[in-house]
């Protein structure tokens, strides 16, 4: 048996084959040939302020044609002032019939400046294949449409030449996000702010089926570096430059890092404020920042079951007829 493992993992790692590049996507990408001379030291940071966004939700209840949800979204703000912001909001997806087909429609309470529009119920972007979407898919794109809102709206809040860092890439998933990301583009450009994601995992692969960022570690020089180029976008959906950074000496990880294209010139100053930010023991060479901003929006299980009660406590008996149509296999695991 440790035999059979040993060839399994062999397999795996699969090093007798060598990568040449880095696939971001199937096309409007140009990849860039991998090469030793891309890995770059971090300069030292200048001071600068740095905002971190970052959002969280709920699911309270569902059946299906509806699904309740809680959002909030939260920026965190590190400068001479360092501030917290939360925005919240209850998100009803609904399924109704409009012009003789069905639909789902979207509503945001608690919160104003965000309207979804009716969404197909087999919306491409959202369905998985030929099945029907989800009423969950739709209030996970409220989630995200949330912390757009509210990313764009801290950018004027932010002095110039402050760095605005979200929890992922910067690569529109629907054509809503796309819309979203390129008002925080314009809003980052005239107000002299840099717009960058920052991933914590990654599913990039080199041209070889290799994952690409645990090639790059071990190809990498010692201490902090970043890696840059690998591919050039000529994608709408994703107008950004990617790199691989790793932000502290003594840490394992590197972490895939995007920045709004046109800015790319400011990449140094990204990754020198994201490595200073990148020393806390919670989990070392990743930004506090971050870690801050997915505390402050994370929606925990205590709070999510209180919120369940409230909303059972209101119309308890409406709420289990509509789940009872698919919890079913749920009350078939508690009974075995």
Known sequence: MADILRKILERVENADVKPSCIVLGKDGYRPIPLDIAHYKTI????????????SGNAELAK????????????VVIRGEVKRTMLQEAYCLVQAVQQDGKLVYRTEL????????????????????GSHRVQPGKVAELARV????????WAIPELPKGAILVRDGDLEAHTLYEQTALREIFERARINGVTFAGLSKTSALLTDTGHP???????????????????AISTRADHQASVCVAKLHAFSERAFRIDIFDQQEAFLPDVVAAL?????????????????????????????KEYLKTRARMLNGQMLRRHESALDAHDDLNKAV
Not at 63 to 74: D, E, I, K, T, V
């Open 63 to 74: 059946g299906p044609n509806f699904s309740l949800h809680f959002l909030r979204a939260c």
């Open 43 to 54: 300069p030292a940071p200048a001071a600068k302020t740095i905002a971190f966004v970052d």
């Open 109 to 128: 309470l608690g919160v104003e400046g965000i309207r979804i529009p009716t969404i197909d119920l087999y919306e491409q972007s959202l369905a998985e």
């Open 275 to 303: 490595a200073e930010n990148s020393a806390d023991a919670a989990m070392l060479g990743y930004p506090y920042g971050l870690i801050e901003a997915d505390r402050y929006s994370r929606v925990r299980e205590e709070e």
């Open 145 to 152: 449409m949330l912390e757009h809102m509210w990313a764009a």
């Open 212 to 230: 690409a960022i645990p090639v790059l570690v071990r190809d990498a020089p010692r201490g902090t570096w970043h890696y840059h180029p690998i």
